[in-house]
């Protein structure tokens, strides 16, 4: 039987060693870019890069909630936001992020 790991529905590991989150959650100079266009603030940044990431490394857009906190410290980091800046997490700016992620 196939690890839960190698599935139809990818899920978050447990820990990731450094190699490991920057090869799938580093953003490049073009997602950065596209991240400073569509969101002002922090948070919205943060929300906006991290659901970008998820999307590209699980294939789908995860619960806010569910994403490891070692995923939302490292991208804070990469935007240079405070390590404890909170997702924006209302129904519209999902909607709204879903749709340019989509779209990108």
Do not use: N, W
């Amino acid at each position: 039987m196939a690890s839960i790991d190698r599935t139809a529905y990818p899920r978050f590991h447990a820990t990731l060693s450094a190699q490991e989150l920057q090869t799938l959650y580093a953003p490049t100079e073009a997602e950065r870019e596209f991240v400073t266009t569509h969101a002002t603030e922090g948070s919205a940044q943060l929300t906006l890069l991290t659901l970008l990431k998820c999307q590209q490394s699980l294939g789908y857009l995860p619960a806010l909630a569910a994403i490891p906190l070692y995923i939302r410290q490292y991208l804070s980091q990469q935007l240079q936001v405070p390590p404890e800046t909170a997702f924006q997490d209302t129904k519209y700016a999902r909607t709204r992020y879903r749709q340019l992620i989509r779209r990108y």
